[in-house]
């Protein structure tokens, strides 16, 4: 399966910032543990900047979930109902989730504007926290756009939970290229 929508490429780029996140603060934890354990020298601030840039990858990824959503499913439920009241049912779900989401870009971004007024900082560098509480907040709105975009293809393009590409199609993809 093939695609190359704007919404696909997208996906994917949401995607890889949550990865690339998630990356960067397991290779932070790991250089500050080598630090503190065998070298007696940690990483100044290694602690607030895994733990804001955590919450970065978390919310971006919940933007991919947004758009995947393949774990939230209730399979034996899903399974014997007809497709039309599967569609609704998940028709509700997204839109809870929709609402949820909006909720949450909401507070935090006044999170995000009161670490700015306030002047929010890491202990030992002094690096401010807004500028993570923005990644965050941003990784919520593509959360919205993400969730959005899903809840429209459930209900009004009538796809369901399992209409996207798996690793395995993705492979395939790529071995086709070469």
């Known amino acids: 399966m093939q695609s190359h929508s704007l919404a696909d490429r997208v996906i994917r780029w949401v995607e890889r910032i949550a990865g690339a996140t998630l990356g960067l603060v397991t290779v932070l934890i790991v250089i500050s543990s080598l630090g503190r354990y065998g ?5 100044p601030d290694a602690f607030d900047l895994s733990r804001l840039i955590l919450g970065v990858a978390i919310m971006w990824g919940f933007a991919s979930l947004g758009y ?3 774990h939230i499913k209730v399979d034996i ?40 007024a306030g002047g929010d900082a890491t202990m030992d560098l002094r690096l401010p926290h807004w500028p993570f509480f923005a990644a965050i ?14 809840l429209w293809l459930i209900a009004v393009r009538g796809r369901d939970l399992d ?7 993705l492979i395939r993809e790529g071995e086709a290229r070469e």
């Open 137 to 150: 907040w941003a990784g919520l709105v593509a959360a919205l756009f993400t969730t959005a975009w899903r």
């Open 39 to 43: 070298f007696a020298k940690p990483v």
């Open 77 to 116: 439920l899903a399974q014997a109902v007809p497709r039309g009241v599967l569609r609704v049912m998940n028709s509700i779900a997204w839109s809870v989730l929709l609402i949820f989401t909006a909720l949450l870009v909401w507070k935090i971004f006044g999170r995000v504007v009161n670490a700015q």
């Open 68 to 70: 995947r959503g393949s």
């Open 163 to 169: 209409d996207f590409e798996s690793i395995d199609d």
